[in-house]
């Protein structure tokens, strides 16, 4: 892909799942890609398998910290020599179930990284991108970011609704920056994310009973969206796009698909584990106030 090849591309939480599927598709484009991921360990292990497929660097970074964040730009322009494209990819949902149910401390440690890392990694990357008048900003969206009830994760989707708000309040802003924004929603995809989940309350539990068979006519491979991504970036030219991947006909398609597998005795569900937890309970209820 020749408007890929040899650009520099920052995909921040890239050491697993989605992340680091946009990393490996982005390298086998022909790009030079900076990974990262919150633990030495994790980066090490991502650049062993990475580093066959290109030139790659890793770096630690947990996004909700404002000084990694900067630190991380100047040591990825020390390194390459300059930035074409940045993704802020790093999130995750902590949790499945009601709303009600949920630990008010999951919510706040979702917006920390899924919104305030996106913001801080934003404010970032364009103090080096305006003055240039170019480059490339990607935020990956999720269920939610279309206004649509995304429950059993209502509030990771509230996360990814704020990410729809922000990026597409950026692009308004920058209007006529030089600064490109892409705003790529990726759909449901067979990650850690979504195999091996939590799940919070009985209810919980109960919306997810049929999860499985959800799993394998909704879900896609990483690698599916990942190359969805990279063609796009190769071949968008406005200034400000979205990309839904996740269209009206595609649970359709996935019930045929699905019916085709059966009927032919191929195809299976991907395999995953959930994890059940209480229903969350105030302190206060618990009787640990005076």
Same mark, same amino acid.
């Not at 991380?72 to 949790?95: C, K, M, P, T």
């Not at 309350?201 to 896609?220: A, D, I, P």
């Given at each position: 892909m020749p408007a890929i090849k040899d650009k520099v591309v920052v995909v921040t939480g890239s050491t697993r799942g989605y992340g680091y599927a946009i990393a490996e598709s982005l390298l086998e484009a022909g790009a030079a890609v900076a990974v990262t991921g919150r633990t030495r360990q994790a980066v090490d292990r991502a650049l062993a398998s990475l580093q066959p497929k290109g030139r790659v660097s890793g770096f630690v970074l947990?996004?909700?910290?404002?000084?990694?964040?900067?630190?991380? *730009?100047?040591?990825?322009? &020390? #390194?390459?020599?300059?930035?074409?494209?940045? @993704?802020?990819?790093?999130?995750?949902?902590? $949790?499945?179930?009601?709303?009600?149910?949920?630990?008010?401390?999951d919510a706040l440690d979702m917006f920390m990284a899924n919104d305030l890392g996106v913001l801080q990694c934003t404010q970032a990357i364009m103090r080096y991108m305006l003055p240039r008048k170019q480059g490339v900003l990607v935020n990956i969206y999720g269920n939610g970011s279309f206004l649509r009830p995304a429950s059993p994760t209502g509030l990771y989707g509230a996360t990814k609704a704020w990410m729809t708000s922000f990026t597409r309040s950026l692009a308004k802003e920058l209007k006529g920056s030089g600064v490109q924004i892409l705003g790529f929603s990726p759909g449901m995809l067979t990650t850690d994310m979504l195999t091996?989940?939590?799940? *919070?309350?009985?209810?919980? &539990? #109960?919306?997810?009973?049929?999860?499985?068979? @959800?799993?394998?006519?909704?879900?896609?491979? $990483?690698?599916?969206?990942?190359?969805?991504?990279?063609?796009?970036?190769?071949?968008?030219?406005?200034?400000?796009?979205e990309v839904k991947l996740f269209k009206p006909w595609t649970p359709l398609l996935g019930l045929l698909r699905v019916g085709w597998e059966n009927l032919t005795k191929t195809g299976k569900t991907p395999e995953f584990e959930l994890h059940y937890q209480e229903?969350?309970?105030?302190?206060y209820l618990q009787g640990n106030h005076e």
């Open positions: 947990d996004v909700r910290n404002e000084d990694q964040v900067y630190k991380l *730009v100047e040591d990825v322009l &020390r #390194e390459f020599g300059r930035i074409d494209i940045w @993704v802020n990819n790093a999130g995750y949902s902590n $949790a499945a179930g009601m709303m009600l149910d949920m630990n008010p401390q091996n989940p939590n799940v *919070v309350g009985e209810r919980g &539990r #109960e919306m997810l009973t049929n999860f499985g068979f @959800v799993l394998r006519f909704l879900g896609k491979p $990483a690698k599916y969206a990942s190359d969805k991504l990279v063609k796009t970036l190769a071949s968008n030219r406005r200034e400000f796009t229903a969350y309970q105030p302190k």
